[in-house]
């Protein structure tokens, strides 16, 4: 079964935005430090935002200023609000733990296109 379910990607014009979410289990959400990464083509994935279990927020890199990375924890939910996005935002996007990449597995991702 798998850990984490991502959606809400798509192909979206530059300045453009786009939700992600992330389906976890209760297990997971309500223990550890959340967080969302991105992969392209032959790079390595990167980290670009984390979500402590009291709800401390880190956005990271290129992305700060115009991402921001929340939970729903009644629904088990991680959440990345990606604004003014820019073709360079374009990936695969993944949600796992910040900490415990080797012990969760990953799931599918999302594709996300940043395009006109």
């Known amino acids: 079964q798998a850990q984490f379910v991502e959606s809400g990607g798509g192909l979206v014009q530059p300045g453009g935005s786009l939700r992600l979410s992330c389906a976890t289990s209760?297990?997971?959400?309500?223990?550890?430090?959340m967080a969302w990464y991105r992969q392209t083509p032959g790079s390595e994935r990167e980290l670009i935002a984390s979500?402590?279990?009291?709800?401390?927020?880190t956005i990271y890199g290129s992305v700060k200023g115009r991402f921001s990375i929340s939970t729903d924890n009644a629904k088990n939910k991680v959440y990345l609000q990606m604004n003014s996005l820019k073709p360079e935002d374009t990936a695969v996007y993944y949600c796992?733990?910040?900490?415990?990449?080797?012990?969760?597995?990953w799931g599918q991702g999302t594709q996300v296109t940043v395009s006109s």
């Open positions: 979500i402590t279990t009291t709800g401390l927020t």
């Open positions: 209760s297990s997971i959400i309500s223990r550890v430090t």
């Open positions: 796992n733990t910040q900490y415990y990449t080797h012990t969760y597995a």
